[in-house]
């Protein structure tokens, strides 16, 4: 897997670790949901490729962007709760050797409404199962 691949390559700088810490933090995707054929969440195979000689802890929150990993947003909502992420989650959790941010569907919303170019097309405002393509072969 190519997040594992990045994960080792950077500790490469790390000599003499017997057990690196390393952070996932994310959206929905890397909290483990899924939205097609089910399969192993992203952090159990992140686990698994690494082994034993890392420490992967999954901090990711249904609902997440990036901003709200920030330390100054506050409380926001995460899977149906009120939590301060970077307080209740990030902290606790610090120091760590790694820490990896994934970015997904809920930037990208963000990101396309801020440059004009987001299409909103459904009733979840967010271009996730909202958008249907049929296509015609004459």
């Known amino acids: 897997m190519a997040a594992a691949l990045v994960i080792v390559l950077a500790l490469v700088a790390l000599p003499g670790r017997t057990l690196a810490r390393v952070l996932l933090i994310g959206?929905?995707?890397t909290e483990g949901t899924v939205s097609g054929t089910p399969g192993s969440p992203y952090a159990a195979v992140v686990a698994t490729d690494l082994g034993p000689e890392f420490d992967v802890l999954n901090l990711g929150c249904g609902g997440a962007s990036s901003f709200d990993?920030?330390?100054d947003t506050g409380v926001t909502i995460c899977g149906g709760l009120f939590i301060d992420l970077w307080a209740q989650r990030?902290?606790?959790n610090?120091?760590?050797e790694i820490a990896t941010v994934?970015?997904?569907t809920?930037?990208?919303t963000g990101f396309f409404e801020a440059v004009g170019g987001l299409i909103v097309c459904g009733p979840t405002h967010t271009n996730v199962n909202d958008f249907r393509v049929i296509l015609v072969d004459p």
């Open 27 to 29: 959206d929905s995707i």
């Open 69 to 71: 990993w920030r330390p």
């Open 90 to 92: 990030v902290l606790p």
């Open 94 to 96: 610090v120091p760590a």
């Open 102 to 104: 994934m970015l997904g």
């Open 106 to 108: 809920n930037d990208a």
